[in-house]
């Protein structure tokens, strides 16, 4: 669904992230606040918190056109 390109990008952005941000994400019923690894790990297995934090990044990336 992403090409690997994409990807990158969004963990490139998730890189530039400080070491010591938290990020909160919905709703979540197991978890909802992660850190910049965790996030980027969930981007690399392409589950559905990685598929939404992809999309979120992408959505902002596109708004610049």
Do not use: C, W
Request: charged share 35%; net charge negative; proline share 2%.
């Amino acid at each position: 669904m992403y090409t690997e390109d994409e990807i990158e990008l969004v963990v490139a952005r998730l890189r530039a992230i400080p070491d010591d941000a938290i990020l909160s994400i919905g709703n979540m019923q197991n978890k909802s606040q992660f850190n910049k690894d965790e996030l980027i790990e969930h981007v690399r297995q392409m589950d559905d918190i990685g598929e939404k934090i992809i999309d979120m990044q992408l959505k902002y990336v596109r708004s610049f056109k």
